[in-house]
């Protein structure tokens, strides 16, 4: 099972762009990058999903270079809205498990 | 409207009480999971269903059970033998098919305290 190393938190000024990359030194052949933004009390919100290169959707980015070994969130001009935890999961599925697992995830404070 | 919900929103337990955390989704998916989330940390699968009458041990079961004899519902009991039971639940659904990891849809959670 990948492990990822996120850092712990970031903050960003409102307006400005924000990369938040993820480390996955041990991702598997079939595994996918998945990324997760969850808010206090409530349950994560799936944001967006890539095997390689460039996956755009109307939220963010997540760009992955060609090893694998890493990604990096990119959410565009942030508000205050976008303060957050934001979980980065290696994994794929597998007849008979689901194995994604989150772990302390990224704890983005968006500043006015 | 489409959903997967989970109630109660906040639960009180008695040490030594078995207690049930309810979770529905109308959203037509086979697979549904249950995870634990202490303050401050990620979450940790505590089982999962990809079908009806059929579940799987994540990776903290003990103290837990499941039951999914019908698609909509995933109902988990937290028994007196979990021995720190106290903690936010979270239910989630998914297709549950492909090979790309399920997009998995969140309930509201259930936050149970142990008195």
């Known amino acids: 099972l990948a492990k990822t190393t996120q850092p712990i938190s970031m903050d960003s000024y409102e307006g400005q762009e924000v990369n938040i990359t993820c480390s996955h030194n041990?991702?598997?052949?079939?595994?996918?990058i998945t990324w997760y933004q969850q808010f206090p009390s409530q349950g994560p919100r799936f944001i967006i999903q890539?095997?390689?290169t460039k996956v755009t959707n109307e939220v963010a980015s997540l760009f992955i270079p060609a090893d694998r070994k890493s990604s990096t969130l990119s959410l565009p001009r942030v508000s205050l809205s976008d303060t957050a935890v934001y979980y980065c999961?290696?994994?794929?599925?597998?007849?008979?498990?689901?194995?994604?697992?989150f772990g302390t995830g990224t704890r983005l404070t968006v500043i006015p | 409207d489409g959903g997967i919900t989970q109630s109660p929103k906040y639960l009180f337990r008695k040490e030594g009480q078995n207690v049930t955390l309810s979770c529905e989704q109308n959203?037509?998916?086979?697979?549904m999971y249950w995870y634990r989330q202490d303050p401050g940390q990620g979450l940790r699968l505590i089982y999962y269903?990809?079908?009806?009458?059929?579940?799987q041990k994540g990776d903290i079961a003990e103290g837990y059970s499941v039951s999914r004899e019908k698609k909509e519902s995933f109902p988990l009991t937290v028994t007196s033998a979990q021995k720190n039971p106290t903690a936010f639940y979270l239910c989630?659904?998914?297709?549950?098919?492909?090979?790309?990891?399920?997009?998995?849809?969140f309930g509201p959670g259930t936050r149970l305290t142990v008195l």
């Open positions: 999961l290696v994994g794929g599925y597998q007849t008979g498990a689901n194995n994604l697992f």
């Open positions: 959203l037509n998916h086979d697979a």
């Open positions: 041990n991702i598997a052949t079939n595994d996918y």
């Open positions: 890539g095997y390689k």
């Open positions: 989630a659904s998914g297709i549950g098919q492909g090979a790309a990891p399920d997009t998995q849809y």
């Open positions: 269903s990809q079908i009806v009458n059929d579940f």
